[in-house]
C-alpha cells in the first residue's frame, strides 16, 4: 500500500506570519491537529496543537487578560513552528511511513511531490488503515494462530487447507509474537462454518488458539 492511497489530499495549511491564536482558531475549526506551514508554496514547517499549549501563558500566571492577549498576538506560527520537518513521498509505503512516524514519535507526515505539499498523513490515518485490515470482510470469522515457528511454504499450506473447503478469506496477516522466534497468524474467513477448517488446520500441526 501506497501513502498516496490513504493520504488525506489537499491539505489546510497557514503561513508562517499568522498569529499563533490564528492558527489554534484554524486548527478548532477544522478540528484537526497539525497544520503544515507554507510560503511560497514551499513547506517550510509544521504547527501542531501541542506546540499552542506548550506556547500560551500559564493558567496560572499574573498577567492580566489584557497583557495575555497582547503577548499571544505577538507570537507567531514561525516562532514555534517545527522548521523543516520530516516528509515522505505519495509513493512512499505505508509501512515505511507508519515505521518512520512510529520512531520519531510524528503525530503526521507530510507527503511532497515535486516540491509541492500534496497531502499529509496523521496517526489516524495509520490507525484506520491497521484497522481496515484486522477487521476484514463483514461477517467474517477470525482464526487465531500462535506459537508458529518460522518456516517456509505456512501461508501455501493455510491456503492450501482454505482452498479444499472452499472457503473464501479476505486476509491472512503474520506477525511475530514478542520476546520469541516464533508467530502468531490471523486468518478472515468468510462464513460460520470454520469447525472443519480449524481441525483440518490442527492435524496439519497448526496450533489454532482462538476463533472469534
Known sequence: MLVRTWMSTDPITIVPSASMKEAAQLM??????????????????????????????????????????????????????????VTVSPETTVEDAALLGYRHRFGCLPVIEGGRLVGIITQQDLFDIIMSILQGGEGDRRITIEDMPPRLGTIRSIIDILDAHKTRFSSIITFPQRQSEHYTFLIRVAGNGTDAIVADLQEAGYPVTHVS
Open 28 to 85: 478548532s475549526q477544522s478540528e484537526i491537529r497539525h497544520l503544515p506551514v507554507v510560503e511560497k508554496d514551499r513547506l517550510v514547517g509544521i504547527v501542531t496543537l501541542n506546540d499552542i499549549r506548550r506556547a500560551s501563558p500559564s493558567p496560572a500566571t499574573t498577567f492580566s487578560v489584557g497583557e495575555v492577549n497582547y503577548l499571544v498576538d505577538q507570537i507567531q506560527v514561525r516562532d514555534i513552528m517545527t522548521p523543516d520537518p
